[in-house]
């Protein structure tokens, strides 16, 4: 069926999976991992990319490969090589990833602390140039990770406590606004998730670089010795002081341990604390396939890759709580001269406004299971309306 036969005038609009595949090149039932939503559902990735990556996971971090003393083992030698693996893998999945990271007492490298102090900044200054002209399409930058736990051996260097306490910081994300013009910018630390005086440090930090709109989103580590202990209440309320800056929160480092029930539990009691949190725009999780974990305990699949009951419970919620799909973009020769264009678009735009509310469960006007339930229901209708009420003003032409 042509795709002008479709759109004739009054004619219903009924979306079969083939005309639906035909008017939806990136397919709304092709978003990966678990989250099909605007909030991501991420992880890490080291030295290859797991075969089922994109079965699960949606975002992308570098392990390792992105810090400054793996990526730069000796001065002015780069080692690019898996990072580009990494960032090449998410550009081709369509995933936001994330440069991890660029100013860190941690994994910084060996060779800078030999160095004078004006050799130390035009070190970390070309640095930061470097990354940020290699990976361009980067979304997301931890500029400054963990200032309050392991500051920068170099800080002096490039600002020190200055005037405001932390004029080091300031510095790094100015030079990073420049390196990275199209990412966001964030901070990272740990130990916040469950300390209310912690978060009180960090927001002092956050509030200097919000205030020169040096900052766009916080990061919260949120490892185990962290996460099995922590309540409900106190995590509450640290999302509550973050969110009250008016900046979106991203859990970055997401991991809980214990045998198999009791990690489920504790995946089922502080999951959704972060995932129903509106001000919370995507969680990274620190791993999943245990033996491969930073931290032994912390894998939610077995080394053999089957399933631990974290992760099955967390592909149960997901299913209902991962989101609609992520807009996609319908075109088509509506009118039939062969070529898509502003004509079609218009044309297109004003059948949907005028048809928007024809959309029935019934008769085969929506066959399509854009949620992926193995049903066709109301559910499916509401993200198809959705959808196209986000679309119809975006059009290619």
């Known amino acids: 069926m042509q795709c002008s036969k479709i759109f004739k005038r ?5 979306l079969s999976a083939a005309m639906l595949s035909a008017l939806l090149p990136s397919g709304l039932a092709s978003a990966a991992g678990m989250s099909s939503g605007e909030k991501f559902l991420g ?154 005086n912690a978060t009180n440090n960090y927001l002092t930090i956050i509030n200097l670089l919000k205030a020169r709109g040096l900052v766009d989103g916080i990061g ?52 959704p604390v972060f995932w129903e949190n509106p001000n ?16 032994s305990g912390t894998g939610i699949l077995n080394s053999n890759n089957t399933e631990r009951a974290a992760m099955k419970w967390l592909k149960e919620y997901m299913s209902t709580h991962g989101g609609e799909p992520e807009p996609a973009f319908i075109y088509g020769d509506l009118n039939g001269d062969k070529a898509v264009d502003a004509i079609d678009n218009a044309q297109l735009k004003q059948y949907l406004l005028g048809q928007i509310s024809d959309f029935s469960s019934k008769d085969g006007k929506l066959a399509a299971d854009l949620d992926k339930s193995g049903t066709i229901d109301a559910l499916d209708l509401a993200i198809m309306k959705k959808y196209l009420l986000k679309i119809i003003t975006t059009l290619p032409v």
């Open 10 to 14: 009054g004619a219903a609009l009924i």
């Open 43 to 196: 992880n890490i990735i080291a030295s290859s990319v797991p075969a089922d990556y994109d079965t699960y996971w949606n975002q992308v971090t570098p392990e390792n490969a992105s810090k400054w003393g793996s990526a730069e083992p000796s001065r002015d030698s780069f080692n690019w090589g898996n990072v580009d693996l990494i960032y090449n893998y998410a550009k081709s999945k369509n995933m936001p990833f994330k440069f991890h990271t660029l100013v860190w007492g941690s994994q910084e490298p060996g060779w800078i602390g030999g160095l004078s102090q004006a050799d130390q900044k035009a070190e970390v200054l070309e640095w930061i140039q470097a990354a940020g002209k290699r990976y361009p399409d980067t979304q997301f930058v931890d500029v400054v990770n963990e200032p309050l736990h392991a500051p920068a051996s170099y800080r002096n260097a490039i600002g020190g406590a200055g005037t405001t306490g932390w004029d080091w910081i300031i510095w790094s994300f100015e030079q990073a606004r420049q390196a990275f013009p199209n990412s966001k910018l964030l901070i990272n630390e740990y130990g916040i998730i469950s300390d209310v």
């Open 220 to 271: 919260i580590q949120c490892h185990n010795f962290n996460m099995d202990t922590v309540t409900v209440s106190t995590m509450n309320t640290v999302l509550n002081k973050l969110s009250a800056t008016g900046l979106p929160i991203y859990v970055s480092e997401l991991d809980m341990t214990g045998d198999e029930n009791t990690q489920m539990q504790r995946y089922k009691e502080k999951f």
């Open 280 to 295: 919370v725009k995507g969680v990274t999780l620190w791993g999943y396939v245990e033996g491969k974990t930073w931290r």
